[in-house]
């Protein structure tokens, strides 16, 4: 297993949720860069309804299916692009996250709210992840 090293320093503010101030990648890893997930029914092709929970679970499954077609998982994620629509879901958003990021380091994170997402979805995550040597 490629080795992640967590950066923490009391020189910054230290990580309001399940994140790490910073994750350093070893040199020789090779990296996937998942693309923005919104909380989408395969059956449907619609959003799903719901609350952020719900759709925070469903949009982090996207993104393990995704990992798991790269060969990685999300033990190997190093970062995540969070968007909400409403940083009110901050906290119910952090609830379900930490059940799946309990590896340390947990991957670096940076949170925005966003005025506008595609399809009006009210949460979309992107991830960077190593993809481990075999």
């Known amino acids: 297993m490629d080795q992640l090293e967590k950066i923490q320093t009391t020189q910054a503010p230290a ?3 399940p994140y790490s101030q910073g994750v350093i990648v070893p040199a020789h890893a090779q990296l996937i860069f ?3 997930q919104i909380p989408i029914d395969l059956a449907t092709g ?8 719900e759709m925070t679970a469903l949009v982090i499954s996207h993104i393990q299916h995704i990992l798991q077609a ?3 998982d999300l033990h190997f994620v190093v970062r995540t692009d969070v ?3 409403d940083l009110n879901d901050f906290g119910r958003f952090n609830e379900i996250y930490q059940k799946y990021f309990v ?3 947990l991957p670096a994170r ?9 399809l009006d979805a009210p949460i979309e995550v992107s991830c960077i992840a190593i993809i481990p040597h075999k």
């Open 83 to 85: 968007f909400l629509k």
């Open 46 to 53: 619609k959003l799903i309804q719901g609350d952020v929970g």
């Open 70 to 72: 790269a060969h990685s």
């Open 34 to 36: 998942v693309s923005g």
């Open 103 to 105: 590896s340390s380091p």
């Open 15 to 17: 990580a309001l949720g």
């Open 110 to 118: 940076q949170t925005i709210q966003a005025a506008k997402l595609p």
